[in-house]
């Protein structure tokens, strides 16, 4: 069966940095001490922890140094572990898309948990264009974060259960700081986003919340997670279970210190100060979660027409 367009797309760019990585020179790969971590991730607000454990020095309590580099498409980061960086921030789709094609990675923490009480994932509508239901959707004008991230895909498997069928919705690319002006100034009808671009765009008061598209697959989902090669993490298993512990020890200092960690927020989001204010922060976990990957991968299968074999226990071997 062929591969959709848009797992192509994806692909295609995973393979194309896997390439460019090795064309780049073997001396990009990390052959020095393994406790320090290079790691990227976007702005997203599930990636507080980790900037909270640099900035209270918490990772150097376990041991570890880090050097972080800001990547806003995190979609392109499979490619580059092994060469650019350690650890990444990653989404189930894109990691299940990169196994399919064979570049080894697999889960080594998780980082959110949605639940109905706190959800992470959003679809924001306008009154001013006449969207207030997903159904209206239908002829209309999406921003979405990325088309081969897990919110999209949560999306169009929320369309297809409302009767609409996902190609008749047009869709552009808006990065998560851009959505609420975008939206606010009528050049989207909608958008889809996360935790804390939602906050921001939900001041507007012509927006409307349509729902969290990804508990309309499951009652609780990871839906973002962190990532890294398979033979690194068999390698640096110790490393790595230290990482998740200062994870869980910074998640455990954002609970105890709520003003700190929106300015850390702040900081590597660039998001208005209201905006922070009023950012209802995510539910942390670095559990990492086996069963949520095959949700996921259901999901792409009906949404997307994703096709192949994958070996989904690969893709958490890091679990223990």
Request: charged share 20%; net charge neutral; proline share 5%.
């Amino acid at each position: 069966m062929a591969i959709p367009r848009l797992a192509t797309i994806a692909i295609a760019g995973l393979l194309a940095l896997s390439a460019a990585g090795c064309a780049a020179g073997q001396g990009n790969a990390n052959d020095g001490d393994p406790r320090t971590l290079r790691i990227a991730h976007n702005s997203n607000a599930a990636a507080l922890p980790v900037q909270v454990a640099i900035a209270e020095g918490i990772f150097a309590k376990h041991n570890l140094t880090v050097e972080f580099t800001k990547v806003e498409n995190i979609g392109t980061l499979p490619g580059t572990l092994g060469r650019s960086f350690d650890v990444a921030l990653s989404v189930p789709t894109t990691v299940i898309a990169a196994a399919q094609q064979g570049i080894p990675v697999t889960q080594v923490s998780g980082a959110t948990l949605d639940v109905e009480n706190n959800p992470t994932g959003f679809v924001i509508g306008s009154k001013r264009s006449g969207v207030t239901d997903i159904k209206q959707l239908a002829g209309k004008t999406l921003g979405v974060l990325t088309e081969t991230g897990t919110t999209h895909t949560a999306t169009k498997a929320w369309l297809k259960q409302e009767g609409v069928d996902p190609a008749s919705v047009k869709i552009v690319q808006v990065d998560g700081p851009a959505q609420a002006d975008q939206l606010a100034a009528g050049r989207v009808d909608a958008v889809e986003t996360v935790m804390p671009f939602a906050t921001n765009v939900l001041r507007d008061e012509n927006a409307v919340n349509l729902g969290d598209p990804y508990l309309k697959l499951a009652p609780e989902l990871s839906a973002i997670l962190w990532i890294a090669k398979q033979d690194f993490a068999a390698r640096n298993a110790g490393v790595l279970k230290d990482f998740r512990a200062a994870l869980d020890e910074a998640q455990r200092f954002i609970k105890a210190n709520d003003p700190r960690a929106r300015e850390v927020l702040k900081k590597y989001t660039g998001l208005p100060d209201a905006a922070i204010k009023a950012a209802v922060l995510p539910t942390y976990t670095t559990e990492i979660r086996p069963d949520d990957l095959k949700v996921w991968l259901r999901a792409m299968k009906d949404a997307d027409g994703f096709s192949g074999d994958v070996d989904l226990g690969a893709l958490t071997a890091a679990r223990n």
